[in-house]
């Protein structure tokens, strides 16, 4: 698996959960546009790491579980270093994007100035 489009789902979940900390995985993965086990699977690894904590706030165990998440100090932190990497790739990008278009245009009007010229 490539590792930009995994941090990209990351920082959309970082994301997601911050504006709806009650939100559960299937909810979760459809935001995301990914599978219910990728969303379950990326949470995990992120609490593995201690980015992100989970509360349980029902007690009754006859009661389905409701669970909140909540970035750490330390999730914000990556959330923040990857947004920086993100706008930084997107910067690259557009600048790229821009040199091949004005290559372009500079090509087109030779080429117009050369097809006038026959």
Do not use: C, W
């Not at 979760?28 to 609490?47: D, F, R």
């Amino acid at each position: 698996m490539s590792e930009q489009p995994h941090k990209e789902e990351v920082l959309h979940l970082f994301r997601e959960i911050e504006a709806s900390p009650a939100i559960n995985q299937r909810t979760l993965s459809a935001k995301l546009g990914i599978s219910l086990g990728k969303t379950n699977y990326l949470l995990q690894e992120l609490i593995k790491k201690g980015l992100i904590k989970v509360k349980n706030f029902t007690d009754n165990p006859g009661k389905l579980r409701k669970i909140s998440y909540i970035l750490t100090k330390e999730g914000f932190d990556h959330r923040l270093k990857l947004a920086q990497h993100f706008l930084k790739r997107k910067e690259e990008e557009y600048n790229r994007i821009k040199q091949e278009l004005d290559h372009i245009v500079a090509n087109g009007s030779q080429n117009n100035t050369n097809s006038n010229r026959g």
